[in-house]
């Protein structure tokens, strides 16, 4: 699999650099992907939670609401 670009742009003299990443880039790169998709699922997670409870109060969110404020 071909590792993503990374392009530097030099506005001093308008010069484009077009590169894969390196090893330290990548790597960090496969850590920020794993976040992203922990921090999905873990919203996920919360939203679906969220809605078996207000199933089982036999509420909507308004109301819930309402009753938070």
């Known amino acids: 699999m071909p590792r993503p670009m990374i392009r530097i742009h030099n506005i001093e003299i308008d ?3 077009d590169r894969e990443m390196n090893d330290t ?21 919360k939203a679906t939670a969220k809605a078996a409870l207000l199933t089982k109060l036999g509420i909507t ?3 819930a609401q309402l009753l938070l404020s």
Do not use: G, R
């Open 15 to 17: 010069e484009v650099i």
């Open 25 to 45: 880039e990548f790597a960090q790169y496969e850590i920020d992907i794993a976040n992203s998709a922990a921090k999905q699922s873990e919203a996920e997670a």
């Open 61 to 63: 969110a308004e109301e």
